[in-house]
Structure formats: structure tokens, C-alpha cells
């Protein structure tokens, strides 16, 4: 296992330390820094939720600092701006550390490749995108185990479910829909949870949530969704329509009510199931490879 080092300083402690470890460049394989540390999901770094900077020598060894980060004209970048200067990386690179939100620089290249790696944005951020996935209490990420958790996302954060859809390398779509969900080992959802508590609408945005019915889960991270009980079927056809670009339930109207028509993939034959009027559990988890 590589050694990890890290680092809780004051920003220009961070930067004589970091400099001090690494040496010179050519000990360097690679710098990541962000503004928000939840983009860390995307890198192979497993990093504690307050690291925003991390030096991979070429020797495995990561130096992880927690006041080193990027994305405006404060102490932290300005040191981040002065250790990217001290390793030797041109003016014009470093100042990244001022106008980037995240990015990577591989030293084992003569040219410093750089990449934007920016996608997970706190909701409230200046700075964003309409391709980014922007966190808040009703979307939270988890790095540690590279998980996104969304309540309601189909009326608190639809295009960043969307956004992170195309991100993740989806492979299976797990769903229950009923009573007593056994996704997420059987957990419950308690409303009044203290996360919450700050948001005066925070009830009506977690309105019919009960239990976790839908994971999708994928190579870079996995995402579970807690959705309106009343509203998991027209959930479920919506991702199931995004990923397998057809969708799961087709609706039948008769005079008093409606019924879900589900497709058999061997007999093509379809079975009416009533949702309205049964209390049969539906619990499917379908490939996409």
C-alpha cells in the first residue's frame, strides 16, 4: 500500500511542506486539486472529505493537503499557485489555480497534460454548468463510498441525475416498487433528519419517501435514489427509457383504472400487472452490458 502523507496546515505551511516532500519535478508523477472535494470520485485517490489537493510522486507516495485547493483569488490557491511554481510549471499553467474549479497536471510529460476534471458543484456555486452535478442535502456524495445519494431527484435535481448517468459507466438498474424495500439493506428514511432541518421546504421536497428503491450502479460510482412511493413507477420509466432508450411499463386505460403493461423479453407476451389494485412487490435489477 502507498504511503499517505497528510497535511493540516495553514495554506503556506501546506505549500513548504509539499515542496519540502517532493523535492523536484522529476519526483513527481501527478498534482489533482478542486475546489469541491467531492471530485475526487472521478481519481483512483482515496481521500478523507476535507483533502482539496494531492501530490502523487513517482514512487506511489501522495502527499494530501486540506488547505491547498483552487478556483479563486484566496490563501488556498494562492499557495497552490506558488507550489505549481515551485515545481517549475510555467506561469500561464499555474495560474489555473486561480480560474479552474479542478484540474490535474501529469508530470511524467514534458508538456504538464492538463485536465479539467470538474463536475460535482455545490448548488449554491457561482461557477457552474449545465453538465455538472450540483450537491446539496438532497443529493448528497459520498467519496469514501463512491456513492451519490438522491431523494426526490425527479423534482430536486433531475439533470444532475441525468448528468451523472452519463458519468458514472452505469451496469445494472435495480428497482423495487411496494412496501418494505430491501434495497440498501432494508433502510428506513426518517423525514426529520437533521440534514434537513435548515429548509423550510424541506417536508415538501421529501414528500411519499419511505425507503431507497432505486440503485443504479456503475464503475465509478453508484447512485441510490429514495423517490415518492407515489411516483417510483413513472420514476423507474424514466431512467429505465434514458438507459435502455425504451420504457419499462406501457399504461393501459380502462374505465376505472389504470394498468401497467410489462413486456416479456422470451414470450413477448404482456402481462397486465395492476399496480393500483394489487399489492404485489415488483423488484427487478436488469443488466446493461
Known sequence: MNEIIKVNESPSKCKDIILKHVGTSSELKKITVFFDNANFIF????VDYDVLFVAEKINGTEIHATQLNCGYGGNG????????????VNESLAEMAFTS?????DFTDRLNIVKDMVFFQYRNDAVTTSETFKFDEYS?????????????????NINGLFNAIDRMKPYT?????????PLDNGYRFKWHDKAFSHDPFGHQKLLGIKHVNIIIRGKIFDIYCLVDTNM????VNVIHSYLFKKPYFDEAHTDDSIYLLKSSKLTKIKMFLSLFKSKKNIHETLSLQ
Open 43 to 46: 481519481t483512483k485517490y482515496k
Open 77 to 88: 490557491p494562492s499557495s497552490t499557485y506558488k507550489v505549481l511554481l515551485g515545481l517549475d
Open 101 to 105: 474549479r479542478g484540474f490535474e497536471i
Open 140 to 156: 448528497q456524495v459520498n467519496i469514501k463510498k463512491r456513492r451519490i445519494k438522491m431523494f426526490n431527484p425527479q423534482v430536486n
Open 173 to 181: 438498474f435495480e428497482f423495487f416498487i411496494g412496501d418494505d424495500s
Open 232 to 235: 417510483i413507477t413513472s420514476v
